[in-house]
C-alpha cells in the first residue's frame, strides 16, 4: 500500500523563528493521524504546509499522491484533493449552508447544481444538518457549523482530509456532535491528518499518533505505544500536564 | 427690490426651470457615466494595488495618490486646455467624464482595497483550501462579502461625483449650474442660481438618506 502523503526534509521559518525542524513522515492510505503536543508546537504549521497555506523553505518537499506541492499549475489541484477543516469554520457567510457545500464541487469540478444539490444533500445528512440547509451559516451554532465545513470539505471528495484543531473553538457542550462526525468519518477510509488536543478521541480513533514539540516530531506510535508507554521525558511530561485533570 | 424679487423670484423660475431641467439631464449623464467608468478603473485599480506584481502596485499607488491630491478643476483645466496641444482634443463632455472618472477611480479603489482587506483571512484560506482558483475566489467568495461592505462609501462617492459635476460648467458643458448661470445672465437675476440648488438639493438628498440607512442596517447585520 503506498503512502498518501510523503513529508521530507519539511522546514518552516517565520522570518528568524524556525517553526518547523526538517520534518519526515509518511502517511499511508486510508490512515488515520492525530497530531498532538503543545501550543506553539507546529502541528498547526505542519498540516497548513500540506496544502500550501503556508509556503515553506525550498529545499523540503511533500508528495500529495504522486503529485508535489509547490506553488504553480498543480496546486489548485492538489487543494481540491485535500479537504481542510478549520478551527474557526470559515463558511462563506453570504452563502447559505446549502450552498456552501455546493460551491467548490460546481466551480472547480464542474458539476451541475443539480448534481451538486444532491450531493450537499446527502452530506448534509451525513452530518446531521439536513434541516438547515436553507439558513445562512451565522443562524447555526458552533458545532452545526463546524458539521457544515466538513460537509463543505468532503463534497470534493478529497483523498485527504486535514483538521486543524477543528473543536478548539467550540462550547464543550458542542464537541462531542463534531468528534462523532469525525469518528464515523474515520471508519470509512479517507486519509485523515487531525491537529487536536482532544486526547479521547485520538486514543480511540488514530491509527497512529504524532507527538510535537518544538517544531519537532519527539515520537510517532500507536495511541497506546504514545499515551501507555511514551519514550521521551517531554512526551510524559505534556501528556502528564493534558490528562491529570 | 427685496430679497424675494431677487433670489425667489418666481416668474424668473417658471420661465427658466425648462432650461434648468435640461441642464439636469447634462448632469446626470456626466454623473452617471462618470461613476460607471470610476467604479472599473476602481475596482481594477484596488485589484492590481493589492495583487499584481510589486511594480504594478508602486505604479498604482502613485496614481491613486496622484488622483487624490490634484484638484480636479485643475485637471479638468489641463484635459480641456492642454492636452489639445499635444492632439488629444476631447469635447467638453469626455474631457469632463475623463477628468471625474480619472479621480472618482481613484478614491473607488482605495474604498474597494479597504473593503476586501475587511474580508477575514479565513475567507482566502477556505477559498483556497477548496481548490478554488483566483477568479472564484474573488467572484463567488471574497467581492460578494467586500461589496455590502463598500456600498455606504460608495454611494458617498457617487453624491461626490454628481456635486462635481458642476465643476463641467468652465469647459461650457450645458450642465445644471451652466445652464442655470446663463439663465441668470438672461433674466438679469439670480433666481435661477436659487433653483439650481434646489434641484440638485432635491436630486442628491435622497442618495444621502441612503446611506444613512445603509450603515444603521449594514451596522446592525450579523455576521
Same mark, same amino acid.
Given at each position: 500500500?503506498?503512502?498518501?502523503?510523503?513529508?521530507?526534509?519539511l522546514?518552516k521559518?517565520?522570518?528568524?523563528?524556525?517553526?518547523?525542524?526538517?520534518?519526515?513522515l509518511?502517511?499511508a492510505?486510508?490512515?488515520?493521524?492525530?497530531?498532538?503536543?503543545?501550543?506553539?508546537?507546529?502541528k498547526?504549521?505542519?498540516?497548513?504546509?500540506?496544502?500550501?497555506?503556508?509556503?515553506?523553505?525550498?529545499?523540503?518537499?511533500?508528495?500529495?499522491?504522486?503529485?508535489?506541492?509547490?506553488?504553480?499549475?498543480?496546486?489548485e489541484?492538489?487543494?481540491?484533493?485535500?479537504?481542510?477543516?478549520?478551527?474557526?469554520?470559515?463558511?462563506?457567510?453570504?452563502?447559505?449552508?446549502?450552498?456552501?457545500?455546493?460551491?467548490?464541487?460546481?466551480?472547480?469540478?464542474?458539476?451541475?447544481?443539480?448534481?451538486?444539490?444532491?450531493?450537499?444533500?446527502?452530506?448534509?445528512?451525513?452530518?446531521?444538518?439536513e434541516?438547515q440547509?436553507?439558513?445562512?451559516?451565522?443562524?447555526?451554532?458552533?458545532?452545526?457549523?463546524?458539521?457544515?465545513?466538513?460537509?463543505?470539505?468532503?463534497?470534493?471528495?478529497?483523498?485527504?482530509?486535514?483538521?486543524?484543531?477543528?473543536?478548539s473553538?467550540?462550547?464543550?457542550?458542542m464537541?462531542?456532535?463534531?468528534?462523532?462526525?469525525?469518528?464515523?468519518?474515520?471508519?470509512?477510509?479517507?486519509?485523515?491528518?487531525v491537529?487536536?488536543?482532544?486526547?479521547?478521541?485520538?486514543?480511540?480513533?488514530?491509527?497512529?499518533?504524532?507527538?510535537?514539540?518544538?517544531?519537532?516530531?519527539?515520537?510517532?506510535?500507536?495511541?497506546?505505544?504514545?499515551?501507555?508507554?511514551?519514550?521521551?521525558e517531554?512526551?510524559?511530561?505534556?501528556?502528564?500536564?493534558?490528562?491529570?485533570? | 427690490?427685496?430679497?424675494?424679487?431677487?433670489?425667489?423670484?418666481?416668474?424668473?423660475?417658471?420661465?427658466?426651470?425648462?432650461?434648468?431641467?435640461?441642464?439636469l439631464?447634462?448632469?446626470?449623464?456626466?454623473?452617471?457615466?462618470?461613476?460607471?467608468?470610476?467604479?472599473?478603473?476602481g475596482?481594477?485599480l484596488?485589484?492590481?494595488?493589492?495583487?499584481?506584481?510589486?511594480?504594478?502596485? =508602486? &505604479?498604482?499607488? $502613485?496614481?491613486? +495618490?496622484?488622483?487624490?491630491? !490634484?484638484?480636479?478643476?485643475? %485637471?479638468?483645466?489641463?484635459?480641456?486646455?492642454?492636452?489639445p496641444?499635444?492632439?488629444?482634443r476631447?469635447?467638453?463632455?469626455?474631457?469632463a467624464?475623463?477628468?471625474?472618472?480619472?479621480?472618482?477611480?481613484a478614491y473607488?479603489?482605495?474604498?474597494?482595497?479597504?473593503?476586501?482587506?475587511?474580508?477575514?483571512?479565513g475567507?482566502?484560506?477556505?477559498?483556497?483550501a477548496?481548490?478554488?482558483?483566483?477568479?472564484?475566489?474573488?467572484?463567488?467568495?471574497?467581492?460578494?462579502?467586500?461589496?455590502?461592505? =463598500? &456600498?455606504?462609501? $460608495?454611494?458617498? +462617492?457617487?453624491?461626490?461625483? !454628481?456635486?462635481?459635476?458642476? %465643476?463641467?460648467?468652465?469647459?461650457?458643458?450645458?450642465?445644471?449650474l451652466?445652464?442655470?448661470?446663463?439663465?441668470?445672465?438672461?433674466?438679469?437675476?439670480?433666481?435661477?442660481?436659487?433653483?439650481?440648488?434646489?434641484?440638485?438639493?432635491?436630486?442628491?438628498?435622497?442618495?444621502?438618506?441612503?446611506?444613512?440607512?445603509?450603515?444603521?442596517?449594514?451596522?446592525?447585520?450579523?455576521?
Open positions: 500500500m503506498g503512502s498518501t502523503i510523503r513529508i521530507s526534509n522546514c521559518k517565520f522570518g528568524t523563528f524556525t517553526a518547523l525542524h526538517s520534518l519526515d509518511e502517511i492510505e486510508g490512515e488515520v493521524v492525530c497530531v498532538i503536543g503543545p501550543s506553539g508546537s507546529g498547526s504549521t505542519l498540516i497548513r504546509c500540506i496544502n500550501l497555506l503556508e509556503p515553506f523553505e525550498p529545499q523540503s518537499r511533500i508528495l500529495v499522491g504522486e503529485v508535489p506541492v509547490e506553488a504553480g499549475r498543480n496546486l489541484k492538489v487543494r481540491a484533493d485535500v479537504g481542510m477543516v478549520f478551527q474557526s469554520f470559515n463558511l462563506f457567510p453570504h452563502l447559505t449552508v446549502l450552498r456552501n457545500v455546493m460551491l467548490a464541487p460546481m466551480r472547480v469540478r464542474g458539476l451541475t447544481p443539480a448534481r451538486a444539490e444532491t450531493r450537499a444533500r446527502e452530506l448534509l445528512a451525513r452530518v446531521g444538518i434541516g440547509a436553507e439558513k445562512y451559516p451565522g443562524k447555526l451554532s458552533g458545532g452545526q457549523q463546524q458539521r457544515v465545513a466538513i460537509a463543505r470539505a468532503l463534497a470534493m471528495d478529497p483523498k485527504v482530509m486535514l483538521f486543524d484543531e477543528p473543536t473553538a467550540l462550547d464543550p457542550e464537541v462531542g456532535e463534531v468528534l462523532d462526525v469525525m469518528k464515523s468519518l474515520a471508519g470509512t477510509g479517507v486519509t485523515m491528518v491537529v487536536t488536543h482532544e486526547m479521547g478521541f485520538a486514543r480511540q480513533v488514530a491509527d497512529r499518533v504524532v507527538f510535537m514539540d518544538g517544531g519537532r516530531i519527539v515520537e510517532t506510535g500507536t495511541p497506546i505505544q504514545i499515551f501507555d508507554h511514551p519514550q521521551h517531554r512526551t510524559r511530561n505534556f501528556l502528564g500536564a493534558v490528562l491529570n485533570h | 427690490m427685496d430679497i424675494f424679487d431677487t433670489f425667489f423670484n418666481v416668474p424668473v423660475l417658471i420661465r427658466t426651470f425648462p432650461l434648468l431641467m435640461s441642464g439631464w447634462i448632469t446626470v449623464q456626466i454623473g452617471v457615466v462618470s461613476i460607471v467608468a470610476g467604479l472599473v478603473l475596482m481594477a484596488a485589484l492590481v494595488r493589492l495583487y499584481a506584481a510589486r511594480w504594478l502596485q =508602486v &505604479i498604482a499607488k $502613485l496614481y491613486i +495618490n496622484f488622483m487624490r491630491s !490634484i484638484p480636479l478643476l485643475v %485637471l479638468l483645466i489641463i484635459i480641456y486646455y492642454a492636452l496641444f499635444v492632439g488629444i476631447l469635447s467638453p463632455f469626455m474631457s467624464v475623463s477628468a471625474l472618472s480619472l479621480v472618482s477611480g473607488t479603489a482605495e474604498i474597494f482595497r479597504a473593503g476586501i482587506e475587511a474580508i477575514p483571512k475567507q482566502f484560506e477556505a477559498s483556497s477548496l481548490g478554488l482558483g483566483y477568479r472564484h475566489m474573488m467572484v463567488d467568495v471574497i467581492l460578494p462579502q467586500a461589496i455590502r461592505i =463598500v &456600498i455606504p462609501p $460608495l454611494t458617498n +462617492n457617487c453624491i461626490n461625483v !454628481i456635486k462635481d459635476t458642476a %465643476l463641467a460648467s468652465v469647459v461650457a458643458m450645458p450642465d445644471l451652466k445652464q442655470a448661470t446663463q439663465a441668470q445672465a438672461l433674466a438679469a437675476n439670480p433666481s435661477p442660481l436659487i433653483g439650481a440648488a434646489i434641484i440638485y438639493v432635491v436630486f442628491l438628498w435622497p442618495l444621502v438618506a441612503a446611506v444613512s440607512r445603509l450603515e444603521r442596517s449594514y451596522g446592525k447585520a450579523d455576521h
